[in-house]
């Protein structure tokens, strides 16, 4: 069976961390779908950018899903995606949920944090109440139509309440039926560790370079007990800083910086074959014969 025909539960399922580059449009999809990882994870910061904006919760459900939607039908692996705090209470998680999965995404976490959110990383967040949690989080299980639709709990409260509320929040998540734990924002490697033997169940580690928690080997992240890892930033990062270089060289040098494919080579790699096939195949620009 392929990458593409396993379900993202069936993998996690399966022994070995699976590891979800992040990236924010179709074109960050696919090459991480093409360097061989399992899955992909849509990033809310790196959605907001491409927009304009920080991540300061300021993009809408409806953006958001759309971009989810470009990204699942641009790739045959699972989509992880963002879906802030559910953008509202209860019943606006089960539209989020009905949205995102109707779309072909295949999984998507959602937080407690006041609307509007802000980076997990950064100062200045808010969270709502425990229960007020849960009860988002049972909303969103009761809101799938397949099983096969996973809902993440994500809890920001480390940074506000404490590790050890973190923890419960993560527990009480997982009694409402999430199906992985997400802790925002662990300050050492210790808490790190400490985050699947304390929850007792799947838990998802965020690596953010720059970030809050500790940078270390992701081999390590398997053996600690984790099912799932997301990168939020990394296409973003590397287009900021690839971007910042050819733009710099064209200032310096007035020349278009040098390319290592053609332009056919990359139409390629965004599914130019599979277009041309059909175009033969139909006959392109021909005229219909009454």
Same mark, same amino acid.
């Given at each position: 069976?392929? $990458?593409?025909?396993?379900? @993202?539960?069936?993998?996690?399922?399966?022994?070995?961390?699976?590891?979800?580059?992040?990236?924010y449009d179709g074109?960050?999809?696919?090459? &991480?779908? %093409?360097?061989?990882?399992? $899955?992909?994870?849509?990033?809310?910061?790196?959605?907001?950018?491409?927009?304009?904006?920080?991540?300061?919760?300021?993009?809408?459900?409806?953006? +958001?899903?759309?971009?989810?939607?470009?990204?699942?039908? =641009?790739?045959?692996?699972?989509?992880?995606?963002?879906a802030d705090t559910g953008y509202g209470?209860?019943?606006?998680?089960? !539209?989020?949920?009905?949205?995102?999965?109707?779309?072909?995404?295949?999984?998507?976490?959602?937080?407690? %944090?006041?609307?509007?959110?802000?980076?997990?990383?950064?100062?200045?967040?808010?969270?709502?109440?425990?229960?007020?949690? $849960? =009860?988002?989080?049972?909303?969103?299980?009761?809101?799938?139509?397949?099983? *096969?639709?996973?809902? &993440?709990?994500?809890? *920001?409260?480390?940074?506000?309440?404490?590790?050890?509320?973190? &923890?419960?929040?993560?527990?009480?998540?997982?009694?409402?039926?999430?199906?992985?734990?997400? &802790?925002?924002?662990? %300050?050492?490697?210790?808490?790190?560790?400490?985050?699947?033997?304390?929850?007792?169940?799947?838990? @998802?580690?965020?690596?953010?370079?720059?970030?809050?928690?500790?940078?270390? *080997?992701?081999?390590?992240?398997?053996? +600690?007990?984790?099912?799932?890892?997301?990168?939020?930033?990394? +296409?973003?990062? $590397?287009?900021?800083?690839?971007?910042?270089?050819?733009?710099?060289?064209?200032?310096?040098?007035?020349?278009?910086?040098?390319?290592?494919?053609?332009?056919?080579?990359?139409?390629?790699?965004?599914?130019?074959?599979?277009? *041309?096939? @059909?175009?033969? !195949?139909?006959?392109?620009?021909?005229?219909?014969? !009454?």
């Amino acid at each position: 069976m392929t $990458a593409s025909l396993i379900s @993202l539960r069936e993998r996690l399922a399966r022994p070995g961390l699976v590891i979800a580059p992040g990236a924010y449009d179709g074109m960050g999809a696919r090459l &991480i779908e %093409q360097a061989g990882f399992e $899955a992909v994870y849509m990033t809310g910061a790196g959605t907001s950018a491409a927009r304009g904006y920080p991540d300061f919760g300021l993009l809408t459900m409806s953006e +958001m899903v759309e971009n989810a939607a470009v990204m699942a039908r =641009s790739i045959g692996i699972p989509l992880i995606a963002d879906a802030d705090t559910g953008y509202g209470n209860e019943l606006n998680v089960t !539209r989020t949920v009905r949205e995102y999965e109707a779309r072909g995404v295949s999984a998507i976490h959602i937080e407690d %944090q006041v609307a509007p959110k802000r980076c997990g990383h950064l100062d200045g967040k808010e969270v709502v109440s425990r229960t007020e949690f $849960a =009860s988002k989080i049972r909303a969103a299980v009761e809101a799938r139509r397949s099983r *096969d639709f996973l809902v &993440i709990a994500r809890t *920001d409260a480390r940074a506000m309440l404490g590790f050890d509320e973190a &923890i419960a929040r993560g527990r009480d998540a997982l009694e409402a039926g999430a199906d992985l734990v997400f &802790i925002e924002a662990t %300050q050492t490697l210790e808490e790190v560790a400490a985050v699947p033997r304390l929850i007792a169940g799947p838990c @998802l580690l965020n690596v953010v370079p720059g970030g809050r928690t500790p940078i270390f *080997d992701l081999r390590e992240a398997d053996a +600690m007990g984790y099912r799932l890892a997301i990168l939020p930033g990394l +296409m973003l990062k $590397a287009a900021i800083e690839a971007g910042d270089a050819a733009l710099a060289e064209l200032k310096r040098t007035h020349i278009a910086p040098a390319v290592n494919a053609n332009v056919a080579t990359t139409f390629r790699r965004f599914g130019a074959d599979e277009w *041309d096939a @059909l175009r033969t !195949r139909f006959n392109a620009g021909t005229p219909m014969q !009454r």
